[in-house]
């Protein structure tokens, strides 16, 4: 059988990132970056284990893309993520020229739409794939904290 790489296939790696969040205590975030079909960078939230507020699952992907690349710029890359970018992520991508983002579950409380940041006007931005299992795995970590 032949592999299909679509927009599911990365998010399903976004989602593996984020596992490895949820496993070491980190808010459970996961992102690659695609550039030709294929992934150049994996991330997840590491705030906790780097003792960084900005150490984001974008922000670490956004950094080892450019630095796979050789160039602050991710032209012609995709950004898969498991939740929707916050406004300092969300900033971030605007600066590094990235064609799209997609992105999982969406964030009503902190994502970059509900704080009324803009992406860059050419950055396309799909969002809703594996919504469910993105929503599912953030639900768990949150709900294992409150035990």
């Known amino acids: ?11 399903r ?3 593996e990132e984020a596992q490895l969040a949820f496993e070491k205590g980190e808010v459970p975030v996961g992102a690659v970056v695609v550039s030709n079909q294929q992934i150049i960078a994996r991330a997840h939230n590491s705030t906790e284990q780097l003792n960084d507020v900005t150490a984001h699952a ?35 991508l605007y600066w590094s020229q990235i ?7 969406s964030d009503p409380k902190r994502g970059f739409r509900k704080m009324g940041t803009q992406m860059h006007p050419k950055i396309k931005i799909k969002y809703g794939i594996m919504a469910k299992e993105a929503q599912d795995l953030l639900q768990a970590f949150f709900n294992n904290k409150r035990k």
């Open 1 to 11: 059988m032949m592999q299909v790489f679509d927009d599911v296939y990365f998010m």
């Open 13 to 15: 790696k976004a989602l």
């Open 58 to 92: 974008e922000m670490l992907a956004i950094t080892s893309a450019a630095n796979y690349l050789g160039g602050k710029y991710l032209k012609k890359c995709k950004l898969y993520v498991s939740l929707e970018p916050c406004q300092m992520c969300a900033g971030a």
């Open 99 to 105: 064609d799209e983002v997609i992105y999982g579950a």
